[in-house]
C-alpha cells in the first residue's frame, strides 16, 4: 500500500474529470428533466475543438504572423481551453434550439437552420457520393434543407406548447448523441481514426507529475467559478429557480427559455472543458465514439450523487474516480480483476440507489396525490 | 372469437412458415439466399426483441435501458448448454456447427431457448425488484446497470471465452475432426418466426385481459391503480420477467445462429436500438412496435448504397420523426381498419384544416 496516495490522486483526477462531465447532466435535468444523452458526445467534440485550436495556435499563427509559437506555453495551454469551451458552448446552444427547444415550444427557425444545414450537408454528401456533378449535388443539398424547413413550419405551427412527452425529448437527446458521433466519423469530418493532441512539444510543457495535479486543480477552478455563476449571479438565481419549479419561475418573469438555453451552454462548456483537460494532458488517444462511455459514467456519478443536484454530481464523479481507481490498483490483489473496472461504477450506483433511491444528496419526495 | 378460428389462425401461420421453411431450406431451396436470410431472422429477432420490451416500456410503463442484458444472458446460456451438453445431451447433432434440419433441431431447440429464457427470467426477477422504489430515470439507470454489469461479468467468464468470442469447445479428442465441438446451428427462419408470432400472441392477449388492464393501469397512474386494489409491484415485477423470459430465447435462438458469439453484439448501444423501435412504433402498440422493428432493421440495409452517410441518416430520420411525429409512426392505438381509416381523415384534413383552428 506503499503508494496509496499517488492512487488516490489519480482517482481524484479521474473523479474530477467524470465530475466536470456530470455537472453538465445534472445542470439539463435540474431544468428541463431530460436525460441529455448527446452530452458525451459535447466532450469529445471538446477534444477535437482543442486539437483544432492548439494547430491553429501552434502551427498556423506562427507562419502567419511573426511570433513565437505559443504552443508549447502555459498561456497556449489556457487559450486551447478556452477555445474549447467557448465552441462546445456554442454547440450546446444550438443543440438546444435545434433539437430540443421545437419540442417545447413553436420555434421552427433555429431547427429549420441548423437541423436543415445538416440534412442538405447529408443529401449533398450523398449526391456527390453517386459522381453528381458539383452544382446539381449543391442544388439538391439546398432543395432538402428548404424542404425540411418547409416540414418543420408546417409541423411546428400545429404544436400545441408544452405538450411534448420526456420519452420523446430522451429519443431525441438520444438521435442527437448518435448524430454527433456518427458526423464526427465521416472521412471529411473528423474520420474515425485516432487522434492526439500535438504531443511533442506538449501544449503546456510542464513536468508529467505536475500535470497529474493540474487536472484536478482546474476543475476545481472551474467547479468554483460555476457555483459562483449559480449562487451568487442574477441567471444563477435564475437557474435555480427554474429547477425548483419551472411554471412558478415563469410566472414569476423569469425567461424560462433563456435560462434552459444558458444552462446548456454552460455545460457544454464544462464537458469541453474536460476535453482538453483529459486528451490535451495525458495525451491519450481519442476518436468520435469515445464520450460514450465517459458519458455513460459521468450520468451514473450524476444519478449517484442525485441528479439535479450540483453538489452531489462532483461528490458522486470523486466517489466513481476513486472507486475504479482503487479497484483497478488493488483489486487483483483481493481477486477482482481490473476488468471489473466498467462494472464498479454499476456496481455502486445500484447498492446506492437501494438505499438511498433519490442518490446520496438528492432529496426523496413521497409522491402526493 | 369462435373456437375455429383461433385454432385456424394458429394452423395458418404453422403452415406458412412450414411452406417458408421448405421452401428455404428444402431439397429444391427456391428461395435460398443467405444474405435475406440473415436479414430476415435479424427483422424476426428484432420482432421478439421490440415487441417484449414492449410489455416493460409500453405496457407498464416502466422503464427499462437494459433488455440487452437479459438478451446476452439467453444467448450465452443457451449457447453453454448446447455446446458443454452435446455429448450428453443431444448427440444426434452435428460437432462442425452444419446447418440441422426443421425436425431434428425442434428439441434441442426447445431446450435451449427455454434455458436460456428461463435464466433470463431469473435475472429479470433480480432486476425487476429494484423496480418497486425506483421510477423513471432512476430505474432506467438502474437497469442499464444492470445490464453492463452483466456484460462485464460474462466477459470474465472463460468457459465461454467470454472476452474474445464463443466458438465452441476444444474436446480432447483422438479423432482430429471431432476435436472441437461447434455450437450447433438450430436457429432458422422457422424458428425464429415461430417465436415471434409466438410473442406477438402472448402480447396480444395480455393486452386485452384483465391482466393487462391492470398493466395499463399501472402506467397511467401508479398511485390510482394501487388504490383500486391493484397489486403494482406484483405486475411491474411480472412484466420485467415475461419480458425477459422472451428476450433470452430471442438471445438463445441468436447464439444457435451465430457461428460465434462475442460480447460485441450485447453493447448498450443495442439496447437503445429495441428502445427506439418501441418508441418509434408507438408505446403499447405491438403492431405498431412489429412494423417498426421490421423497417429499422431493413432500413440500414436499405441505405447500404450511400456508405459511410447511413449511419448519420438514421439519427436525422429519429430526431425529425420526434419533431413531427413525436406519438411514434403509428401511435399508441394498433394499427387496424379503424386506425387506418382515421388516419386518410387526418391526412385529408391536413390540407384542408387552417392552422388557427387547432
Known amino acids: 500500500m506503499h503508494d496509496l496516495p499517488q492512487q488516490i490522486l489519480i482517482g481524484l483526477q479521474l473523479g474530477s474529470i467524470y465530475a466536470l462531465i456530470a455537472l453538465g447532466y445534472t445542470m439539463v435535468y435540474g431544468v428541463l428533466k431530460l436525460i441529455n444523452f448527446a452530452h458525451g458526445d459535447v466532450y469529445m467534440v471538446g477534444a477535437y475543438a482543442g486539437i483544432g485550436a492548439a494547430w491553429l495556435l501552434g502551427t498556423w499563427l506562427p507562419s502567419v504572423v511573426h511570433l513565437p509559437p505559443l504552443i508549447p506555453s502555459p498561456l497556449g495551454a489556457v487559450l486551447v481551453l478556452l477555445a474549447s469551451m467557448v465552441i462546445c458552448g456554442l454547440l450546446g446552444l444550438i443543440i438546444e434550439q435545434a433539437a430540443y427547444r421545437p419540442l417545447r415550444t413553436r420555434a421552427w427557425i433555429a431547427p429549420a437552420l441548423f437541423l436543415g444545414a445538416a440534412v442538405g450537408y447529408v443529401a449533398y454528401g450523398i449526391a456527390t457520393n453517386a459522381n453528381r456533378t458539383p452544382v446539381s449535388a449543391i442544388i439538391i443539398g439546398i432543395v432538402a434543407w428548404a424542404g425540411l424547413a418547409a416540414l418543420l413550419y408546417t409541423t411546428q405551427r400545429r404544436r400545441s406548447p408544452g405538450s411534448g412527452s420526456r420519452l420523446t425529448a430522451l429519443i431525441t437527446a438520444i438521435g442527437v448523441s448518435l448524430f454527433l458521433e456518427n458526423f464526427g466519423v465521416l472521412p471529411q469530418i473528423f474520420s474515425s481514426d485516432p487522434r492526439f493532441f500535438p504531443n511533442d512539444p506538449p501544449i503546456a510543457r510542464l513536468a508529467p507529475n505536475v500535470e497529474t495535479g493540474l487536472i484536478f486543480t482546474v476543475s476545481l477552478v472551474l467547479m468554483i467559478a460555476l ?85 452531489g454530481a462532483v461528490l458522486g464523479g470523486l466517489i466513481m474516480g476513486l472507486a475504479e481507481t482503487l479497484v483497478v490498483a488493488y483489486g487483483p490483489n483481493i481477486g477482482i480483476d481490473s476488468t471489473y473496472r466498467d462494472a464498479v461504477a454499476f456496481f455502486l450506483l445500484i447498492l446506492i440507489l437501494l438505499f438511498r433511491p433519490a442518490g446520496l444528496l438528492g432529496k426523496f419526495a413521497p409522491e402526493k396525490v | 372469437m369462435p373456437l375455429w378460428k383461433r385454432f385456424g389462425g394458429i394452423a395458418l401461420v404453422f403452415g406458412l412458415l412450414l411452406l417458408l421453411d421448405h421452401l428455404l431450406y428444402g431439397p429444391s431451396r427456391v428461395a435460398h439466399d443467405q444474405y435475406k436470410e440473415d436479414v430476415l431472422i435479424r427483422c424476426g429477432l ?208 441468436f447464439a444457435h445462429y451465430q457461428s460465434s458469439l462475442s460480447n460485441e453484439s450485447f453493447r448498450f448501444e443495442r439496447s437503445i436500438d429495441v428502445v427506439v423501435m418501441v418508441v418509434l412504433g408507438g408505446l403499447g402498440s405491438i403492431s405498431g412496435v412489429t412494423i417498426a422493428a421490421v423497417l429499422l432493421t431493413i432500413l440500414p440495409e436499405a441505405l447500404r448504397p450511400i456508405a459511410q452517410y447511413r449511419l448519420v441518416v438514421y439519427p436525422l430520420l429519429l430526431v425529425i420523426l420526434m419533431l413531427t411525429r413525436p406519438q411514434g409512426i403509428f401511435g399508441r392505438e394498433e394499427v387496424s381498419r379503424a386506425w387506418l381509416r382515421g388516419q386518410l381523415t387526418s391526412i385529408a384534413g391536413w390540407f384542408s384544416r387552417r392552422p388557427d383552428r387547432v
Open chain 2, 46 to 253: 428484432a420482432i421478439i426483441l421490440a415487441v417484449s420490451l414492449n410489455i416493460v416500456n409500453g405496457f407498464t410503463g416502466q422503464f427499462s435501458l437494459g433488455h440487452i442484458g437479459f438478451y446476452m444472458v439467453g444467448a450465452y446460456v443457451g449457447a453453454a448448454l448446447s455446446t458443454y451438453g452435446h455429448t450428453h445431451l443431444f448427440p444426434q447433432l452435428p460437432t462442425d456447427g452444419s446447418p440441422v434440419g426443421l425436425w431434428t433441431s425442434a428439441l434441442p431447440i426447445l431446450a435451449v431457448s427455454l434455458a436460456g429464457g428461463l435464466a433470463a427470467a431469473a435475472i429479470g426477477f433480480l432486476v425487476g425488484l429494484p423496480s418497486l422504489r425506483l421510477r423513471g430515470d432512476y430505474l432506467a439507470i438502474i437497469t442499464l446497470g444492470f445490464a453492463q454489469i452483466i456484460l462485464v461479468i460474462v466477459r470474465n467468464i472463460k468457459a465461454v471465452d467470454g472476452a474474445t468470442s464463443f466458438t465452441g469447445l476444444p474436446v480432447a479428442s483422438q479423432d482430429q475432426a471431432l476435436a472441437h465441438v461447434a455450437t450447433p446451428h438450430l436457429t432458422s427462419l422457422f424458428w425464429v418466426f415461430l417465436v415471434a408470432a409466438l410473442v406477438i400472441w402472448v402480447a396480444y392477449s395480455l393486452r386485452f385481459s384483465v391482466h393487462g388492464l391492470a398493466f395499463l393501469a399501472v402506467r397511467e397512474d401508479e398511485i390510482a391503480a394501487e388504490a383500486m386494489g391493484i397489486n403494482t409491484t406484483r405486475y411491474k415485477v411480472l412484466a420485467f420477467v415475461l419480458s425477459a423470459f422472451f428476450t433470452g430465447i430471442a438471445g438463445a435462438l
Open chain 1, 227 to 311: 457555483t459562483y455563476i449559480v449562487t451568487r449571479t442574477r441567471i444563477g438565481k435564475a437557474i435555480r429557480a427554474v429547477s425548483f419549479d419551472s411554471d412558478a419561475a415563469a410566472l414569476m418573469g423569469i425567461n424560462t427559455d433563456r435560462v434552459i438555453a444558458f444552462t446548456f451552454a454552460l455545460g457544454a462548456a464544462l464537458a469541453g472543458a474536460a476535453g482538453v483537460l483529459v486528451f490535451g494532458l495525458q495525451h491519450t488517444k481519442f476518436d468520435p465514439y469515445v464520450g460514450i462511455l465517459y458519458g455513460l459514467k459521468a450520468f451514473v456519478a450524476a444519478v449517484l450523487g442525485g441528479i439535479g443536484n450540483i453538489p
